[in-house]
């Protein structure tokens, strides 16, 4: 099975010369020229990772797609793609996994999208068999992005019936009371 990448630049160029080095490589690549539609790619299909530009219609764009990464059911690893490099915990908080700086040589730039994809599986196959691990690493995202001044992705609220009640399910945004 191939590995699925989303690549999200506003750079046509750099998202095609991107494109066609990471296919010759044996990856599934698709691709997304803006932030909405990268948003909009990660909600429709899975990826194994997704590698996005910092700054594309706006300065927070790449955030906006690493939070939607984030909250993808399905968890693909985050790369930041940027030429203007930021501090390792600034693009840590942001919710990436790993910072790559353009441009950058080619076979670099495939260690360190394998080297990113086996530590982040490994990381996978630890959470599926530690719960308490991944809802701490959820409650770690949620607090990113309030801390970074967005809406926390939203968490399922179960109830449970009273008697022959129905169970109520409902999503409910953190920080906010029902």
């Known amino acids: 099975?191939?590995?699925?990448?989303?690549?999200?630049?506003?750079?046509?160029?750099?998202?095609l010369t991107l494109k066609a080095v990471l296919e010759i490589s044996?990856?599934?690549?698709?691709?997304?020229?803006?932030?909405?539609?990268g948003k909009s790619k990660l909600k429709t299909y899975e990826y194994h990772m997704v590698i996005?530009?910092?700054?594309?219609?706006?300065?927070?764009?790449?955030?906006?797609?690493?939070?939607?990464?984030?909250?993808a059911s399905y968890h693909p690893a985050v790369a930041l793609l940027t030429a203007y490099p930021v501090a390792d915990e600034d693009w840590e908080t942001m919710g990436?996994?790993?910072m790559l700086v353009k441009p950058m040589q080619t076979r670099l730039?495939?260690?360190?999208?394998e080297t990113l994809l086996a530590?982040?599986?490994?990381?996978?196959?630890?959470?599926?068999?530690?719960a308490p691990t991944v809802a701490g690493?959820?409650?770690?995202?949620?607090a990113a992005a309030k801390t970074a001044g967005r809406k926390a992705p939203a968490k399922r609220v179960v109830r449970k019936p009273a008697g022959?009640?129905?169970?109520?399910?409902?999503?409910?945004?953190?920080?906010?009371?029902?």
């Open 26 to 37: 044996g990856f599934d690549v698709d691709t997304a020229a803006s932030a909405r539609e």
């Open 1 to 15: 099975m191939k590995r699925r990448i989303l690549l999200v630049d506003d750079e046509v160029a750099v998202l």
């Open 137 to 142: 690493r959820i409650g770690e995202v949620r």
């Open 109 to 113: 730039l495939l260690q360190q999208i």
């Open 164 to 178: 022959k009640k129905a169970v109520r399910v409902g999503v409910k945004r953190a920080g906010k009371k029902r």
């Open 119 to 130: 530590s982040h599986e490994a990381k996978l196959s630890i959470w599926s068999t530690s």
């Open 96 to 98: 990436a996994d790993k």
């Open 52 to 71: 996005t530009d910092m700054r594309m219609e706006n300065d927070e764009a790449g955030i906006e797609v690493i939070g939607a990464a984030r909250a």
